[in-house]
Antibody
Framework: EVQVLESGGALEQPGGSLRLSCVVS????????MTWVRQAPGKGLEWVSA????????YYADSVKGRFVISRDNSNNKVHLQMNSLRAEDTAVYYC?????????????WGPGSLVTVSS | ERVMTQSPATLSVSLGERANLSCRAS??????LAWYQQKPGQAPRLLIY???ARATGIPARFSGSGSGTEFTLTISSLQSEDFAVYYC?????????FGQGTRLEIK
């Protein structure tokens, strides 16, 4: 059974930093790219960042480029999202998901999400 | 950036009836198009990928069609558990993008 679980969400002040983590089990972690997708309260889905299976390639949405950093630890089946210079508009539930076909394909398995609130 | 536009924003359909949800891409995404279902308080669930392939465990009443810029998700006979928000998603090119969602409600 595949399991995906995010952690690290919290209330943080504008300008602050948070680190989200996602742990995966049930498939060969290093064979799949991983992504972060967020959903602001009452809004739709927004892709945030992705990292290839090897970790050699990373991708970011323009809205977070230069502020967020994605990384992965294939020995522990984890992916991380370091979030710096947080803004009110970063408030959202952050979901972690794998890409179905190696470094391509749809987002197959999703975690339940981790809530990040940016407010003073 | 490929902008994904879903229509309608809200669709009201009776139990047992058919629902057709549309998704249009601003540029071709070939067949690299997925559909997700999201219920309140839950993560999205993959229903359809590669425009028409059903994901593992998805009932046969869900089907997808289309290619290029025009796509459709069809639910052939609506069950009570199908009332949710549906998103289309293109994974053809960066940045990955989603439609704004169609809310499917009981008529």
């Amino acid at each position: 059974e595949v399991q995906v679980l995010e952690s690290g969400g919290a209330l943080e002040q504008p300008g602050g930093s948070l680190r989200l983590s996602c742990v995966v089990s049930g498939f060969t972690f290093s064979d799949h790219a991983m992504t972060w997708v967020r959903q602001a309260p009452g809004k739709g889905l927004e892709w945030v960042s992705a990292i290839s299976g090897s970790g050699s390639r990373t991708y970011y949405a323009d809205s977070v480029k230069g502020r967020f950093v994605i990384s992965r630890d294939n020995s522990n089946n984890k992916v991380h999202l370091q979030m710096n210079s947080l803004r009110a508009e970063d408030t959202a539930v952050y979901y972690c998901a794998n890409r179905k076909f190696d470094d391509f394909g749809p987002l197959e398995y999703w975690g339940p999400g981790s809530l990040v609130t940016v407010s003073s | 950036e490929r902008v994904m536009t879903q229509s309608p924003a809200t669709l009201s359909v009776s139990l047992g009836e058919r629902a057709n949800l549309s998704c249009r891409a601003s540029q071709t995404v070939n067949r690299n198009l997925a559909w997700y279902q999201q219920k309140p308080g839950q993560a999205p669930r993959l229903l359809i990928y590669d425009a028409s392939a059903r994901a593992t465990g998805i009932p046969a009443r869900f089907s997808g069609s289309g290619s290029g810029t025009e796509f459709t998700l069809t639910i052939s006979s609506l069950q009570s558990e199908d009332f949710a928000v549906y998103y289309c998603h293109q994974y053809n090119s960066w940045p990955l993008t989603f439609g704004q969602g169609t809310r499917l409600e009981i008529k």
